[in-house]
T-cell receptor, first 114, second 115 residues
């Protein structure tokens, strides 16, 4: 069955430090992968997406993610975290063979220390 | 870019009443709309998928008679929570597929509180 796993429920990093949020997926076909960010009580904002081509994708707010098919991973990275990056981050896979629904991971809550 | 407007953002209703949540695609036609539910500190769980002009497809375990979904036009989908109870209190979010882009756009969510 298709699934997305985000192993880290909560991560705390210091402002200015680098960040990596992990995401592993299980999907039988070519995955379409997404990272979203959600602030409390808000909807979801797309950070970046991968459909094909270059496996390193650049997103908004200085985020990037690398698709590694051999590891079934799509980890999100940022070289220097800002206090405003504190939020909930969701990895998702687009199940286009199931009506196009998005399957979400459990989410990773990011806290940023001053 | 493609925008989905979701209303209301917050609603408080009494137990036993019904609440309607609307999602409108403002600058594109949303042939497919997804409705999610999110409990505090949890992920988004898909409730149902609606396609314009046809019946919604509900995920396993979702009561179709309680969560009525209507997608009567290419720009409007609604979710009605019927006979709401406190356990229906949650954050509801809609999402539309943007045709031709494999992308999705999300509404800003509705915080439903049933008292």
């Amino acid at each position: 069955a298709q699934s997305v796993t985000q192993p880290d429920i909560h991560i705390t990093v210091s402002e200015g430090a680098s960040l990596e949020l992990r995401c592993n997926y299980s999907y039988g076909a070519t995955p379409y992968l997404f990272w979203y960010v959600q602030s409390p009580g808000q909807g979801l904002q797309l950070l970046l997406k991968y459909f094909s081509g270059d496996t390193l994708v650049q997103g908004i707010k200085g985020f990037e993610a690398e698709f590694k098919r051999s590891q079934s991973s799509f980890n999100l990275r940022k070289p220097s975290v800002h206090w405003s990056d504190a939020a909930e981050y969701f990895c998702a896979v687009g199940a286009y063979n199931q009506g196009g629904k998005l399957i979400f991971g459990q989410g990773t809550e990011l806290s940023v220390k001053p | 870019g493609a925008v989905v407007s979701q209303h209301p953002s917050r609603v408080i209703c009494k137990s036993g009443t019904s609440v309607k949540i609307e999602c409108r695609s403002l600058d594109f036609q949303a042939t497919t709309m997804f409705w999610y539910r999110q409990f505090p500190k949890q992920s988004l769980m898909l409730m149902a998928t609606s396609n314009e002009g046809s019946k919604a497809t509900y995920e396993q375990g979702v009561e179709k008679d309680k969560f009525l979904i209507n997608h009567a036009s290419l720009t409007l989908s609604t979710l009605t929570v019927t006979s709401a109870h406190p356990e229906d209190s949650s954050f509801y979010i809609c999402s539309a597929r943007v045709e031709g882009s494999y992308g999705y756009t999300f509404g800003s969510g509705t915080r439903l509180t049933v008292v």
